[in-house]
């Protein structure tokens, strides 16, 4: 009865090191538990890197740092542009300051994302907003109203206006075939002034023709 009982424990015994074993040598037990191996698994790293971009500070910087920052996080080429409505961008612009960039600083971007800058010139202040005036134009004033000319004189302009014969006191009438040489001897005879058609009255005493003879 000893041998019998011997013989099975040892069958038992030998059956248990089969059954280990067996299960040591399983392909498919020793892939169990193992599922983070399968290909596909692993975070992508180029995705990681472009979430975790953000647009750098360029505000106050010069225009080649600001353009060595932004190449940093985007491929594509700065645009630049002045910041000034009225003044053109200079072709040699690299110490120019940036007044405005697009996007903002911090703003989260892709490696195709634009970006836009503003500039203003060495010693030249931001404007209040990009495309403002740098000198703008005088306001105008109140038209002024105009003064009316006068009204022409009739008759040429160029031919002077006589000016009003003096008020006199009229001489005594002489007689009337009384001429006289010139003014002297008329003022002599006391008939000085001598009016058209008055005794005395002659054309050559009367050199402006103001009808006055001898009034001066």
């Known amino acids: 009865m000893f041998n019998r009982r011997g013989a099975a424990i040892a069958a038992a015994v030998g059956a248990a ?41 360029l505000i106050g910087k010069k225009f080649t740092e600001a353009e060595g920052l ?50 203003t010139a060495p010693g030249t202040p931001c404007p209040a907003q990009a495309g403002a005036a740098l000198r703008p134009g005088k306001t105008p004033g109140p038209a002024k109203t105009p003064i009316p000319s006068k009204a022409p004189t009739s008759g040429p302009s160029s031919v002077p206006v006589s000016p009003k014969p003096k008020s006199s006191p009229t ?33 050559h005493l009367d050199r402006d023709n103001d009808g006055i003879a001898c009034d001066k």
């Open 171 to 203: 001489p005594a009438p002489g007689p009337k075939d009384v001429t006289y040489k010139n003014c002297a001897e008329a003022k002599a005879a006391g008939a000085a002034p001598i009016h058209r058609g008055q005794p005395g009255y002659g054309k």
């Open 70 to 119: 932004v190449k940093q996080v985007t491929t594509k080429p700065v645009e630049a542009r002045s910041a000034y409505g009225d003044v053109p961008l200079a072709v040699g612009h690299t110490q120019w300051a940036v007044c405005f960039q697009t996007p903002a600083a911090a703003t989260p971007v892709a490696p195709d994302t634009a970006v836009e800058l503003s500039l």
């Open 17 to 57: 090191v089969l059954l280990v074993a067996g299960c040591a040598g399983d392909p498919a037990a020793a892939s169990k538990g193992k599922g983070s191996d399968k290909p596909g698994a692993a975070p992508t790293p180029t995705a990681t890197a472009a979430s975790g971009a953000s647009m750098p500070a």
